[in-house]
């Protein structure tokens, strides 16, 4: 299992990078992102603080750490340029918080965030088969999610996400230690959203090749 999207204390989480991280590896977890929400008023407090610990943290455990930002209700205008400066800022992923069916989020977010090009969009629920066809051309993932709520979207995202050939990868959204999972329960989460076997090993072959990508190792 690796899990691209968590948050810590530096938002809403309920844990610190330290013990987020050695949760996540007695879980047997591969890699894990720190992604705390972020937006114009934090950015610049969270993104270095969650990349110092990744870098020092990732010196004594065996799981691959990395740290980015969750940009969270900007309006859609703001998504490009921010995720642009958390980027130059050193951010190895920047996920946005998608259109969920559970939360107020502006119209127009999805596609702005894959516009943007940010790396992950996070329980898209909302999401329409152009913006799936969009990340699948901009080579954007989409999120299916095991937490409550935001995983109420995960259907209509594993269905117009393979229709469209868009990368799909299974996450947390952990806030707190009763979020974080297991390869097995994610298993379960993608098979749940109607993704077949092949289809949920892509989705962890996808998040493995990201965090290699990111980081410059093999897992």
């Given amino acids: 299992m690796i899990d691209l999207h968590t948050h810590t204390l530096f938002s809403d989480g309920e844990l610190l990078p330290a013990e987020l991280a050695q949760r996540a590896q007695v879980m047997g977890l591969e890699a894990l992102a720190f992604t705390d929400h972020a937006d114009m008023s934090n950015l610049e407090l969270v993104l270095p603080r969650l990349l110092a610990a990744a870098r020092e943290l990732g010196r004594h455990h065996v799981m691959r750490l990395l740290a980015g930002v969750e940009l969270t209700h900007l309006p859609p205008k703001l998504i490009g340029p921010y995720a642009a400066k958390a980027r ?36 898209p629920g909302l999401i329409t088969p152009a913006e ?55 298993r379960r989460v993608g098979l749940n959203a109607g993704l077949e076997e092949e289809e949920v090993e892509q989705c962890f072959t996808r998040a493995r090749l990201f965090v290699e990508r990111a980081l410059g190792v093999s897992i």
Avoid: W
Avoid at 154 to 171: C, E, P, T, Y
């Fill in 88 to 123: 130059a800022m050193g951010a190895q992923i920047v996920v946005v918080h998608g259109e969920s069916p559970v939360e107020p989020v502006a119209p127009g977010t999805n596609r702005a965030a894959i516009e943007a090009g940010v790396d992950l969009l996070a329980h």
């Fill in 132 to 186: 799936c066809a969009l990340a699948a051309e901009k080579g954007v993932m989409l999120e299916i999610s095991s937490r409550g709520g935001h995983s109420l979207g995960n259907g209509r995202v594993a269905l117009l996400g393979q229709r469209a050939g868009a990368a799909l990868v299974i996450n947390t959204d952990s806030h707190a230690p009763r979020d974080l999972i297991d390869h097995a329960f994610a």
